[in-house]
């Protein structure tokens, strides 16, 4: 048996068949965090490198078996 999951949460991914499941990015969010990380790099001489942790959306679809 083979499973698929997908990343960005594409719309047409539910018009597949099966429909695929995929991780929805909370791309808002990354890119408003994108824009403070630059603009602190810019004008921060003390800028320190940044590890920053998003939580994405499950979107279940047919291809995958649903999680115990």
Do not use: C, M
Not at 24 to 50: F, M
């Amino acid at each position: 048996q083979v499973e698929v999951t997908a990343f960005d949460g594409l719309e047409i991914s539910q018009y597949s068949w099966p429909s695929l499941t995929t991780i929805v990015q909370p791309l808002k969010q990354i890119s408003d965090l994108s824009a403070e990380v630059i603009h602190d790099a810019v004008t921060n001489p003390g800028h320190q490198p940044q590890h920053i942790l998003l939580e994405g959306t499950l979107r279940l679809g047919e291809s995958t078996s649903r999680p115990l």
